[in-house]
């Protein structure tokens, strides 16, 4: 069977206790953005950003299973993955801030990082087609290296989609789609905006698929680790579906959901669940994360600009 | 300036009355439905009083552009909104290779109603795929018209002239403009408003009584403001004397209105916020150079961004758009060589 | 269920009978085409052309469910489907050989025409959206009519088929889409060109599809009149896929599949069933409709070159 | 003209040779297997002997560029064929959206090298949406270079030059070049062929011994053979003396190496297939324009297709397409006005 639901450890269960690295991980991602939130209020943002609020746990359970010769190809809702991947809150806080050290020298911003092999835009769905020749090339030359891609529910509507899936599976490359199915795109909710279900349109492909119910950090790991290492080792792309939730607006402010909506939303926050399950660990890790991007914004803040090179560059004439 | 109303709500009217006008309007595009409106809220209120014929859709570019060719087909009038203008470039095939082409490739005329509406342009912080001007890209496809919202213009006649034309247009919709006010009712303290062609097709700005310019600034609707602050500073500080020149219609560029104020010119600027490379601008000094030749006194100048990707962070993305500074400081030139 | 395979009357069965209409207008086809091939082979022709031969029943079959206030968007391959609709040979002759009565007086040539409301253009999968917009207003305006669109197997690696699908389901619009699938994309077999199938690839979007394996005009009719009427009264977009065969070259001359292959694809032509089951009503009919061909060939030839209004038009400046 | 390579050998063998050097080389596009290898036979042999590296692809003009992108991002060098430059309007988002914009983006330079080869052109019959020349629409896009086959240059050094440079490049091959011969070995009857610029970047034909030419014309691959045609009947029936100057690179355009030429000829002419409109020959005038406005006798003049979309039908399309009389017509006009 190429489609699977993975239950165990639900939504509604209690979560399991995590290591501190991990739920300290989770609460590094979690204030790092309502930091972000708070400065655009503040007015000491400009431009865009969005935010991953609720959905934190996707990158940070990943986060384990993927390692440094794997590319990962994130989208415009990408703090969470960059800060999983690098633990780097200053890099990115000072990329969003235009200041020095930042991470791309400030030209990027929130939705256009690349380090390493860690790379985002904000072109939707523009990345899989990518990936899957980054996938081709690390079947090759890397063999047991992937390329993970991080993708919507509303990205399905992108044709480029579908294009990268046949190719990926008529190669048969090691591509992980990674989906955080937040049941929203933008304004839209995702009855309005997808026919069918991605499990469907992986099987379209011949594509393997698994759908995460759970937000449970360990629970997910176990889940998925073995399927993530097929893509590995037998180069069979996979399609791995979360049901998750975004609780913060799309952008900034511009969430036009119901109040209704919003608080059935915000009750499956993992953030409440870990808060009650283990209060101690929680409070603790969560003081010190909280603190720590305090600390971080009021070093951000007081650097200089981002000075970037090539700041006129003009294409080299030659 | 008298106070008006904000160019976005302008939009937003134009888009009312066509809706209220005739039922074979439609809208289709991204997050169009009330209460979100559109990203740019231009589409705001249409969705609740029209919503068989607001048509919101999944992220598909060039799909829904292709849908709106196929309602376009049908006799339908359809506009289309584009989130972002760097993004109708998914949709280049629809545009160029369906909408356009069929207007003439079946040997005989098939009109299509169509206005594809594209947010472009800067200063907004939203970084390298979120700000281009992407207007060079669409030039010199026969049968596909470019039109850009500027702020003299009523956003209602436009859409009427391009509704009527029966072949597909795009529409550039510079962001900066959305929450500017329209320059109306006549005057400001140094500025005259004013229209050339016989429909208003350049709207221009003068210090007033001054007939024969020092130089004609040309500018875009997006840039427009940049050149009129760049003309108030030069006539205040010198007394040079601008005409800034903002036609709503790109290309075909259409020069006949102009023709005989750019013979009086001195100096002739041409303004966009486009990096350099197959502009319009460049279209614009072809014409000019083309059909003004023995009257040209200098060389045609034109006004680009810096030729690089517009970086996110402000202080960045500053040095490299066009600036007023930017206008100021080539019609300085030309006036100095 | 949304996916079915209709196999009674497959290729292998001795076919039915047809009325003389039916089976002449297979045969008008069949020698329209065969005299293009010979025409470009006497270099009377220039440009390309793609030929339906072998492919020509599904049009034929087609066109008695199909009625006037349908649209029909064709493709490259579009002969039979505009011969079925119009019954048109010297139209269509004479805009691929740019005669005066072209249909398109010349401008449009074998790839793209418009009459009423059939239009053919070269851009693979480029319709499949045009057509998405159409169904819905005769959805609005038209109720009962329908948006047919013929594309071939190779054309699903074209991502706007995909979003096409995912917008007529969830809009409910009355789309066919007809599939040729000949196992073949110019010289690229389907086995290099697509991963899954199409029966999957329409139930990702949750879209109906039918497979048909015959190639037997009555008993396909038969078989698909259903669901094509379900296209029109229930406004539930239909994938309906041919089991197929390209018997000629891609365009002229292009054809680099093996002796073995093609001997394979020739032994199922319809020509060869209907000749040996029906000999006395096929060889008068394919007489009839032989020396129509040459006779309007003839016409044509004869013609004077086509004239075109807009020859040197402009964008009329205004 | 003495008998040499057709064009298309010329450019199969390149793109051997670069396979055979350099084990980083991929080529990925639609058709490419032996024995079809592409639709015009550029890829013939590359399969058998690379099985590995030549990537047949579905239907998927976006996805395969996308695909070229992401091995491009891991230091291969891809080389990708549109089968039609017109498809490649499909995968504009991937070549101006990703592989241009990586370039520089991220803050710092990513290299990326990569190639998108597109036939483009007409007078082959294939209609309206086969037959486009689309070198305009890609035009000005930061850190994406435009390059076209020339019947001069030895397609070997150009892909090795492009593939050098490390950001992506756009490689249009006139359809009607493939199956014509090269220009090489010093003369023919009339011209004499040399190059100009360090790296050869402009082939020219002279009239033997002409210096000071009575127009320059300048022309792309594609539409040189039809200015060296009209050149020849110039000199023969008039003894005008055209030099044709044949650019290897389209964009960004570079006058060093034939400005003090270009200061010393009568009259310019820019030949190109496109319509007008935002065009590479409007580019180029611009650039001249800046750079030599005090020493021009004339005004540049482009020559183009007539402003329509491509017919089908031989007769037709004769009558649309630029001709080497449109050329001829052009520099007669200049030198009689
Ligand atoms: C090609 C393209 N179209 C539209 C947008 C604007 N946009 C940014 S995010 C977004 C919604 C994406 O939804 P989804 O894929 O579900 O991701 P989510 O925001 O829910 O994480 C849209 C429409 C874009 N960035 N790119
Ligand atoms: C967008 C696009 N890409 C490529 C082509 C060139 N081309 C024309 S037909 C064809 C193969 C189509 O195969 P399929 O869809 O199976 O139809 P068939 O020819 O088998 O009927 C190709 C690649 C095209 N016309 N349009
Ligand atoms: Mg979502
Ligand atoms: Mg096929």
């Not at chain 2, 989130?83 to 356009?100: I, K, R, V």
């Not at chain 2, 009129?228 to 800034?244: D, M, N, T």
């Not at chain 2, 041409?270 to 083309?290: F, N, P």
């Amino acid at each position: 069977m190429l489609t699977s639901e993975l239950r165990p450890g639900g939504r509604e269960t209690a979560p399991t206790r995590l290591d501190d690295d991990d739920l300290e991980l989770l609460l590094l991602i979690r204030h790092f953005e309502r930091n972000l939130l708070d400065l655009f209020s503040a007015g000491k943002l400009n431009g865009t950003t969005h935010t991953c609020i609720g959905q934190e746990y996707v990158p940070v359970a990943l986060a384990r299973l993927l390692d440094d010769r794997d590319y990962v190809f994130s989208n415009h809702r990408g703090h969470g993955h960059y800060l999983s991947r690098f633990r780097d809150p200053a890099g990115l806080l000072a990329e969003i801030m235009g200041r020095d050290g930042a991470v791309c020298h400030g030209v990027g911003g929130s939705q256009h990082i690349f380090r390493e092999r860690f790379l985002s835009t904000g072109v939707q769905g523009e990345s899989l087609p990518v990936a899957v020749g980054v996938a081709l090339h690390l079947k090759r030359h890397e063999p047991g290296a992937l390329a993970a891609v991080f993708v919507g529910d509303g990205t399905w509507g992108e044709g480029s989609v579908y294009e990268a899936l046949n190719m990926a599976r008529l190669w048969q490359v090691p591509l992980l789609v990674v989906v955080e199915h937040n049941e929203i795109a933008q304004s839209t909710p995702t009855t309005l905006q997808m026919a069918g279900t991605i499990a469907a349109r992986a099987a379209a492909f011949g594509v393997e698929h698994r759908r995460v119910e759970s937000a449970d950090v360990n629970a997910i790991r176990g889940l998925v680790a073995p399927a993530v290492e097929r893509v590995r080792q037998a180069n069979r792309p996979l399609v791995l579906e979360f049901a998750t939730t975004r609780i913060g607006p799309h952008s900034k402010g511009d969430d036009t959901r119901t109040e209704e909506e919003l608080r059935s939303v915000r009750a499956r926050d993992w953030y409440l669940a870990y808060q009650k399950v283990f209060p101690d660990q929680f409070a603790r890790l969560d003081t010190r994360q909280r603190e720590a991007i305090e600390r971080i914004t009021r070093d951000v803040d007081a650097r200089t600009p981002s000075r970037w090179e090539g700041s006129c560059p003009g294409q080299s004439e030659s | 300036m008298p106070r008006s109303e904000r160019i976005v709500e302008n939009l937003n009217a134009a888009l009312h009355r066509l809706f209220a006008e005739d039922e074979l309007v439609y809208l289709i595009g991204e997050d169009l439905l009330d209460p979100y409106g559109g990203a740019f809220k231009v589409a705001k209120g249409l969705s609740s009083k029209y919503p068989d014929r607001v048509l919101t859709t999944p992220l598909s570019e060039s799909g829904f552009v292709g849908v709106a060719n196929g309602l376009a087909l049908c006799g339908n009038k359809v506009v289309t909104e584009i989130m972002f203008g760097d993004f109708a470039l998914l949709s280049f095939d629809q545009l160029c290779n369906f909408a356009a082409k069929s207007v003439t490739m079946y040997g005989s005329r098939l009109p299509l109603r169509l206005v594809v509406r594209c947010p472009v342009g800067g200063h907004r912080g939203y970084g390298p795929t979120h700000s281009q001007s992407v207007q060079k890209h669409f030039i010199g496809v026969p049968n596909l018209w470019l039109y850009e919202m500027t702020p003299l213009h009523d956003n209602g006649a436009v859409f009427a002239e391009m509704l009527a034309r029966e072949e597909p247009c795009v529409f550039f919709e510079d962001k900066t403009l959305y929450g500017q006010r329209r320059w109306v009712d006549g005057d400001d303290d140094v500025f005259r408003f004013d229209f050339l062609g016989e429909r208003g097709q350049y709207g221009r700005a003068t210090p007033e009584d001054v007939d024969r310019p020092d130089c004609v600034v040309i500018a875009t609707g997006g840039t427009a403001p940049l050149a009129l602050e760049a003309a108030r500073r030069l006539f205040l500080e010198s007394e040079i004397a601008c005409h800034v020149l903002v036609p709503y219609r790109l290309y075909p560029f259409d020069i006949d209105p102009i023709s005989s104020l750019l013979e009086r010119a001195d100096h002739i600027v041409v303004v966009e916020e486009s990096v350099a490379g197959g502009t319009w601008g460049a279209e614009v000094a072809q014409h000019i150079y083309g059909r003004l030749w023995d009257r040209l006194n200098d060389r045609i100048r034109l006004v680009h961004s810096a030729p690089s990707i517009i970086p996110t962070a402000p202080h960045l993305e500053r040095q490299v758009l066009v600036q007023s500074e930017s206008v100021y400081a080539t019609v300085r030139e030309a006036i100095r060589d």
